[in-house]
């Protein structure tokens, strides 16, 4: 009996051991072990992003998220978003958490799945191309792309990489063999990375385009008395998906005719992208260096692939078969197009480069390189030194030191290693040499090494370009995203005013002078979901539209403009800066920003304008009172210059008066000299009432030794008892 169990056991593990020989068996179950293991490693790595920093994109996809899993709408601060995006109703299932800090680490986890599943689609296409064992390396390669950073953003690029590449996987099988079918799922696939991201629109021109480099291809694989032949059959089967395009295009013409409205308005957001007046050089300029950037930031060798593997494709038996034709067309097709669209619309709006846009088609170049490896690295003279020189001139042509700024921490990681590198040498010169010779050693590798060798060192060369970009990468992103959460004032829980009142309450933000970094709202706002709305009372949001607010002057109340009947009318809560007296209840502070619980009408106490938050006036100030103490009867105005040196005397005048009036109680005069102070006492008459301050001469810290530029009079501080 024993011994029995012993040979089943044996015979088992022999047909263990023979399953995982097997490629067909052992290259699925790798792909899915480095599937999960990728997926667990980024979820940990995101753990170490703090905060949303990429703002305003961020705010805005996770307020939608927040709306949709409420009650199924697309609402921003509790107003209509015409965003056309399904992705945040894709991670929005992370909003029924009960905590911002679980949504948060569940929003950046669906982002590690969304971005990780495009390796499925790729395995599928690699197996039709390659061995399994070079299929795995495509998944390795695409695992350990950079652009797997952007997880631990909320923005639509990780729900539409894995669009574009199940879209483009389709369209090449729709290629291989055009079927009805086929051609019709390549369509709906299409249709899905235009639903994920509008930027997919570009599937009208990519989709006609391979197919005629994919005719091409065949035509010159072809025996030339077939050729007639193959063009009729080809017109025939293609026009589902040319009519297709052709039909939809008139129906979404005929639809904006009757609605009345312009052809550009089914673009949401985005219609003003799509009826600008572009120049077609300024144009061309940044199309050629998106291709510099996207080439460089693969590590070369994959561009290189792709520029032989088109050139073999026009070549009488230079492809492997019909799959390799119809991946070959696919893939420059979407490579050339998505380019073209990064770089037309840099050239009017962003002036950098973004490869946020343009990192969806980095697979298919992976895939393009994992082919060339498995055929052999076949390198034709010509074609092989035109595919080696081309990345390198591209790359030449980038101006680094004009792209050197912060706003590579938002669209381009690829430059952020060069950046930091230059950070380092303190000197761009040097970086470009250094780039030089990267390129020279790129191209020596994809000409000169011998095959057997090449096999291992050319992947291996560009998985170590991968893990150094991306340590760099992250390191930036793991250190912005702390300095934001700093940066918007929060300390302790983010979640300070959910805690206090519920996060199914309502509050609304008051945006003040006093609030000198928009992180401040943004950062509030985002981890809070009590907060509803931002009232504008004395400045405005920079970046995103809110409510306008306006302060009466004469009496302090804050009237926002709102329609009849909205619950924000009459808010129980405000949240604003802790120096903005708020008249109302003081429950909760947290850093910069303090929770009041008020009543009808929603007013201020008082405000100050023309003192810096370090409480220095400049050559004039303001401290206004709506709301006075009972049995108060005098004004403080405390003013002092202790602690400084070199600067002339500050005459200073103040003086109290009705608030909007012309008349003065009463003024005083004082001299404040270095390192003194003054006290003035003024009388009250009645509230409200205005205290006017000058100060002259101003002075400049900077002419003292301090990098402080600023016109300063003196430090103030006013009481009312």
């Known amino acids: ?266 673009f949401g957001i985005y219609s003003g992208i799509a009826q600008s007046n572009y120049s077609v050089r300024e144009a061309s300029r940044w199309v050629v260096y998106h291709f510099g950037e996207l080439a460089f930031s693969v590590g070369v060798l994959p561009f290189s692939a792709l520029v032989v593997l088109i050139g073999l494709a026009f070549k009488r038996g230079g492809s492997a078969g019909p799959a390799e034709r119809a991946f070959v067309a696919a893939a420059s097709a979407g490579v050339f197009w998505t380019v073209v669209e990064a770089g037309v619309f840099a050239s009017d709006f962003a002036f950098r480069i973004e490869e946020r846009y343009m990192f969806n088609v980095v697979p298919v170049l992976l895939l393009a390189l994992v082919v060339w490896l498995d055929r052999g690295l076949p390198r034709p003279p010509g074609l092989t030194a035109a595919a080696a020189l081309l990345p390198a001139a591209l790359l030449l042509t980038l101006p680094y030191t004009g792209f050197f700024t912060v706003a590579l921490y938002n669209d381009t990681f690829g430059l952020v290693p060069l950046w930091r590198l230059t950070g380092r040498l303190g000197n761009v010169a040097e970086t470009e040499v250094l780039v030089g010779l990267g390129m020279l050693v790129a191209g020596l590798l994809f000409v000169c090494v011998p095959r057997r060798a090449a096999i291992v060192v050319v992947p291996a060369a560009v998985l170590a370009f991968f893990i150094a970009s991306t340590n760099s990468v992250f390191g930036a992103v793991e250190f912005l995203s702390g300095a934001t959460r700093h940066a918007g004032g929060l300390s302790g829980d983010p979640s300070w005013i959910d805690h206090k009142i519920g996060k199914n309450a309502r509050a609304e933000f008051l945006f003040t002078t006093e609030i000198t970094d928009p992180h401040v709202l943004w950062q509030s706002e985002f981890w809070n979901r009590s907060v509803h709305r931002v009232f504008g009372v004395t400045a405005q949001d920079p970046s995103i539209p809110d409510v306008t607010a306006p302060l009466d002057p004469a009496t302090g109340r804050i009237v926002p403009g709102l329609p009849a009947g909205s619950p924000d009318l009459k808010p129980k809560y405000v949240v604003a800066a802790s120096t903005v007296a708020v008249d109302g209840e003081r429950i909760a502070q947290n850093g910069f920003l303090s929770l009041y619980r008020v009543r009808a009408p929603l007013r201020l106490t008082s405000i100050t304008a023309g003192v810096s938050p370090d409480t220095w006036t400049g050559a004039s100030a303001a401290y206004t009172r709506y709301v006075v103490p009972r049995g108060a009867s005098r004004v403080d105005v405390l003013v002092e210059r202790h602690g400084i040196s070199g600067p002339p005397p500050a005459k200073v005048r103040v003086a109290i008066g009705p608030v909007g009036g012309a008349a003065v109680w009463k003024a005083e005069t004082w001299t404040v000299k270095n390192g003194t102070g003054h006290r003035f006492t003024l009388p009250l008459r009645r509230a409200p009432f205005q205290v006017q301050l000058s100060s002259t001469p101003t002075f400049s810290p900077s002419q003292f030794g301090s990098p402080d530029t600023r016109q300063l009079g003196v430090r103030v501080s006013f009481s009312v008892g």
Not at 148 to 175: D, S
Request: hydrophobic residues 60%.
């Open 1 to 266: 009996m024993i011994e029995r169990q012993l040979e089943g056991r044996a015979l088992a593990a022999e047909r263990v051991r023979a399953a995982v020989r097997n490629p067909a068996i052992a290259a699925p179950l790798a792909v899915a072990a480095l599937i999960v293991v990728a997926a667990v490693a980024r979820i940990l790595m995101n753990r170490h992003v703090l905060a949303p920093w990429a703002m305003e994109d961020e705010l805005q996809y996770s307020d939608l998220a927040k709306s949709f899993a409420a009650d199924g709408h697309y609402l921003f601060r509790d107003q209509p978003r015409n965003i056309l995006s399904i992705y945040p109703a894709l991670i929005s299932p992370a909003w029924f958490a009960a905590s911002m800090t679980t949504t948060y680490a569940l929003a950046k986890a669906f982002n590690v799945a969304l971005m990780t599943s495009a390796a499925i689609p790729l395995w599928f296409w690699a197996r039709r191309l390659v061995s399994p064992l070079s299929s795995v390396l495509a998944v390795v390669l695409f695992l350990a792309i950079p652009s797997f950073v952007y997880t631990g953003e909320i923005l639509t690029e990780n729900a539409y990489l894995p669009a574009v590449v199940l879209a483009l996987f389709g369209l090449a099988l729709a290629l291989e063999r055009p079927t009805v079918w086929r051609q019709l799922l390549a369509l709906v696939l299409a249709a899905l990375a235009v639903a994920v991201r509008v930027q997919g629109i570009v599937f009208v021109v990519i989709i006609p385009t391979a197919i005629v480099l994919k005719v091409a291809f065949d035509l010159c694989a072809a025996e030339p008395s077939s050729r007639r032949a193959l063009l009729r059959d080809a017109a025939r089967r293609w026009s589902v998906s040319l009519g297709a395009l052709a039909g939809a295009a008139l129906l979404y013409v005929v639809y904006k005719t009757i609605q009345g409205a312009s052809f550009y308005s089914g």
